[in-house]
C-alpha cells in the first residue's frame, strides 16, 4: 500500500510540470532615449515623439493590406501602446525620469 501512495504521489508531481522550461513569451518591446534630448524645448518634446512614435511601429508591427482584423489589431495596438508611451513620456518631461529611458512594449501578446 505504501509503495503504490509514493507511486501515485511521483505520477502526480510529473503530471503538474510544464513539458519544457521554455519562458513565457513576452511582448516586444523597444527602449527610447531621451538623454540628448532637451525637452524643455519644443523641438526635444517633437523629436521625443517622432521616436515614441517609430518605437510603436516597431513593436505593433504591420499587417498586410488584405488582412482587415490584422490591421485592426495594428492600429488597436498602435493606438494603445502610444498612449502608454505617451503617458511615460509626459513624466518624462515633468523632470521626474529624466535620466531614464522609456520603454515602448506592446500591450497585446
Known amino acids: ?7 501515485a504521489t511521483a505520477a ?11 519562458p513565457a513569451p513576452t511582448s516586444p518591446s523597444v527602449a527610447v532615449a531621451h538623454d ?4 524643455s524645448t519644443d523641438a526635444g518634446v ?4 517622432r521616436r515614441i512614435w517609430r518605437a510603436v511601429v516597431a513593436v505593433c508591427g504591420e499587417a498586410p493590406g ?18 502608454l508611451a505617451s503617458a511615460h513620456a509626459d513624466v518624462a518631461i515633468a ?5 531614464q529611458a522609456i520603454r515602448v512594449s506592446s500591450i497585446r501578446n
Open 12 to 22: 502526480a508531481a510529473l503530471v503538474g510540470q510544464p513539458a519544457s522550461a521554455e
Open 66 to 83: 488584405y488582412d482587415l482584423a490584422g490591421k485592426n489589431d495594428v492600429r488597436q495596438c498602435r493606438r494603445d501602446t502610444r498612449a
Open 46 to 49: 517633437k523629436a521625443l515623439d
Open 36 to 39: 540628448d534630448l532637451d525637452l
Open 95 to 99: 523632470g521626474a525620469t529624466r535620466n
Open 1 to 7: 500500500m505504501t509503495k503504490l501512495l509514493i507511486l
